[in-house]
């Protein structure tokens, strides 16, 4: 069966360092993927979102990889700061599923001072 | 101007009630969704419509009656509700149908339902 898996153990990281969170799929080949933020108590809001023929998409601080030969997308907050904490969602369409948007589990991000 | 506004966002009620929850998007936006949350974390597609018309309904109990009055507006009415109900229910709407992937959702902040 598809899946979008995330890792779902919080990733802890020291202010300064650059947080890389993994979204892994399996069984089909997204055209896109997209990453959003969700903050405790709100609903998710778009970050980022890449193309299959995209290798790398940057905005600011934030940078996504597409690698469709490892079915993976892995994003990268550079400078970490505490207000970066937070539960980061990868998400696409599967194979046959129409409009709907599936999300992975989410990783929680703490950034620690 | 809050792009997406759903009330209310606290709901506590008991077993059997019946319930609602509104939305609406200020955004242009054709396509509306409900998604649930669970305790988990874990946001699950419920379902969409598109200028008011069902698109998905993703094997939701009949329960659980969606009603668009029109493209900007999204209701979810809940009868006899359950405590497996007890989660947060988050709108969201995007621009076009989304059958590309392409299509970002702008969600509402969350309505957060508790069944005793």
């Known amino acids: 069966s598809q899946k979008i898996e995330q890792n779902s153990e919080a990733l802890n990281i020291q202010e300064g360092k650059t947080a890389t969170l993994t979204c892994n799929y399996t069984n089909y080949s997204p055209a896109y993927l997209q990453w959003y933020r969700q903050d405790p108590g709100r609903g998710p809001v778009f970050l980022l979102l890449i193309r299959e023929n995209e290798k790398e998409k940057r905005k600011e601080r934030l940078k996504v990889t597409f690698d469709t030969t490892l079915k993976q997308s892995l994003f990268h907050i550079t400078a970490s700061q505490p207000a970066d904490s937070a539960t980061y969602l990868c998400?696409?369409?599967?194979?046959?599923?129409?409009?709907?948007?599936?999300f992975g589990t989410g990783t929680q991000l703490k950034v620690e001072l | 101007d809050t792009a997406v506004s759903q009330t209310p966002k606290y709901l506590v009620t008991q077993m059997g009630n019946d319930k609602s929850i509104k939305c609406e998007q200020n955004l242009g936006h054709d396509t509306m969704y409900w998604y649930k949350q669970d305790s988990k974390k874990f946001l699950k597609i419920m379902f969409s419509?598109?200028?008011?018309?069902?698109?998905i309904n993703e094997t939701v109990p009949n329960r659980f009656s969606p009603k668009s009055p029109d493209k900007a507006h999204l209701n979810l009415h809940i009868n006899s509700l359950e405590l497996g109900d007890s989660a947060v229910y988050f709108c969201a709407s995007s621009q076009g149908l989304g059958y590309s992937g392409a299509n970002v959702l702008t969600f509402g902040a969350g309505s957060r339902l508790t069944v005793l």
């Open positions: 998400a696409t369409i599967l194979t046959g599923g129409g409009n709907k948007l599936t």
């Open positions: 419509y598109n200028n008011k018309e069902l698109i």
